[in-house]
């Protein structure tokens, strides 16, 4: 159990080093709990079936489709003001959190590369008057992609300030036409426990999923996010199309969507469910709400170490803070 007995210093700590053992077992734990199906699910997974050292549609980032060579980079807005130095690239895409690949954030960008993101569609449902399915092109080619430079602040109290390419998730939205009873959307990513190790984890609540009500959706800095640094997302930081909620700590930013649905009654979460009283359904970044792990009243940046007061609304007050008055 070396995997857990570990003392995490300070900000390094890496969020599955205290989470109870019912939920996070490591990888060994997990074979051994599977017995035989787990071996050789494993043995599939990490590279002795035939095909599955294919890697499908790497670095979609720097393999540019005709449409995305016009697309990107996006018009740059200047409306949303950062107050500090833009994380360095290679920085932001080493350090990832995306727990359906690792539990490690510097491995997340290599195993990430498994995930086939092309062809992907997103589809749009429940309480609209138009569901709709989107192939990722329609989607590119339907709704205008801008530049925003965002703050991004992880519960974990580390912090990033990058430059995001997307559209507000309002269009979309405006385009199916949520009926006046939906109160909240959902978001869900995919589920293929062959292409990413962590979903093993069958008592996980896989697929990962969040949700907004419908009024944040709604609220101009909701970002359905398609690219970074000025080209399409890389699979680390959910390729082929994210969400990104800058006045929300991280988890609520998922990555890789497939489906969003429109309902009614508030909808169970990922992190919410595994561990209610650590990650709210709001989890507006808030200093003075203490967090039972993290201090939350500072942040520091990855790649420089810099130290920073945390804001509440992450700083974004003036854009979301009559959501909530
Ligand atoms: N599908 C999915 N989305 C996810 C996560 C995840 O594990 N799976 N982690 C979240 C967390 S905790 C954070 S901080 C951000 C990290 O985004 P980045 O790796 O692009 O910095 O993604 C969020 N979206
Ligand atoms: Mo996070």
């Given at each position: 159990?070396?995997?857990?007995?570990?003392?995490p210093?300070?900000?390094?700590?890496?969020?599955?080093d205290?989470?109870?053992?019912?939920?996070?077992?490591?990888?060994?734990?997990?074979?051994?709990?599977?017995?035989?199906?787990?071996?050789?699910?494993?043995?599939?997974?990490?590279?002795?079936?035939?095909?599955s050292s294919?890697?499908?549609?790497?670095?979609?980032?720097?393999?540019?489709?005709?449409?995305?060579?016009?697309?990107?980079?996006?018009?740059?807005?200047?409306?949303?003001?950062?107050?500090?130095?833009?994380?360095?690239?290679?920085?932001?895409?080493?350090?990832?959190?995306?727990?359906?690949?690792?539990?490690?954030?510097?491995?997340?960008?290599?195993?990430?590369?498994?995930?086939?993101?092309?062809?992907?569609?997103?589809?749009?449902?429940?309480?609209?008057?138009?569901?709709?399915?989107?192939?990722?092109?329609d989607?590119?080619?339907?709704?205008?992609?801008?530049?925003?430079?965002?703050?991004?602040?992880?519960?974990?109290?580390?912090?990033?300030a990058?430059?995001?390419?997307?559209?507000?998730?309002?269009?979309?939205?405006?385009?199916v036409?949520?009926?006046?009873?939906?109160?909240?959307?959902?978001?869900?990513?995919?589920?293929?426990?062959?292409?990413?190790?962590?979903?093993?984890?069958f008592?996980?609540p896989?697929?990962?999923?969040?949700?907004?009500?419908?009024?944040?959706?709604?609220?101009?800095?909701?970002?359905?996010?398609?690219?970074v640094?000025?080209?399409?997302?890389?699979?680390?930081?959910?390729?082929?199309?994210?969400?990104?909620?800058?006045?929300?700590?991280?988890?609520?930013?998922?990555?890789?969507?497939?489906?969003?649905?429109?309902?009614?009654?508030?909808?169970?979460?990922?992190?919410?469910?595994?561990?209610?009283?650590?990650?709210g359904?709001?989890?507006n970044?808030?200093?003075?709400?203490p967090?039972?792990?993290?201090?939350?009243?500072?942040?520091?940046?990855?790649?420089?170490?810099e130290?920073?007061?945390?804001?509440?609304y992450?700083?974004y007050?003036?854009?979301?803070?009559?959501?909530?008055?």
């Amino acid at each position: 159990m070396t995997h857990h007995i570990k003392i995490p210093k300070g900000w390094e700590m890496p969020e599955h080093d205290l989470t109870p053992e019912s939920i996070f077992m490591n990888r060994r734990e997990v074979l051994q709990a599977m017995g035989w199906v787990g071996a050789l699910s494993a043995s599939l997974l990490y590279g002795c079936a035939p095909g599955s050292s294919e890697v499908t549609n790497a670095h979609p980032e720097t393999n540019l489709t005709p449409l995305e060579k016009k697309l990107y980079p996006a018009t740059r807005v200047t409306r949303y003001k950062l107050d500090r130095r833009v994380t360095e690239e290679a920085v932001a895409a080493s350090y990832n959190n995306y727990y359906e690949f690792s539990e490690v954030k510097e491995d997340v960008d290599h195993h990430a590369q498994k995930l086939k993101t092309r062809p992907w569609q997103v589809e749009v449902t429940g309480l609209v008057e138009q569901p709709k399915t989107y192939d990722l092109d329609d989607l590119l080619k339907k709704f205008h992609l801008e530049e925003r430079f965002y703050r991004h602040r992880c519960v974990e109290a580390w912090a990033m300030a990058v430059p995001w390419t997307g559209f507000p998730l309002k269009a979309l939205l405006d385009d199916v036409k949520p009926l006046s009873k939906a109160r909240y959307v959902r978001l869900v990513s995919f589920h293929e426990p062959f292409t990413a190790q962590g979903q093993i984890a069958f008592w996980q609540p896989w697929p990962y999923s969040e949700a907004l009500t419908v009024k944040e959706a709604m609220n101009e800095l909701t970002l359905l996010t398609t690219g970074v640094y000025g080209h399409p997302l890389p699979k680390q930081h959910g390729a082929p199309v994210r969400l990104i909620a800058p006045w929300k700590y991280g988890f609520k930013s998922i990555k890789a969507i497939q489906r969003i649905e429109l309902i009614d009654t508030k909808p169970q979460t990922f992190w919410n469910t595994l561990q209610p009283h650590e990650y709210g359904f709001t989890a507006n970044v808030n200093p003075d709400i203490p967090h039972p792990r993290w201090p939350q009243t500072k942040e520091k940046m990855i790649g420089t170490g810099e130290i920073r007061l945390t804001q509440l609304y992450n700083g974004y007050g003036d854009f979301v803070a009559d959501l909530y008055s």
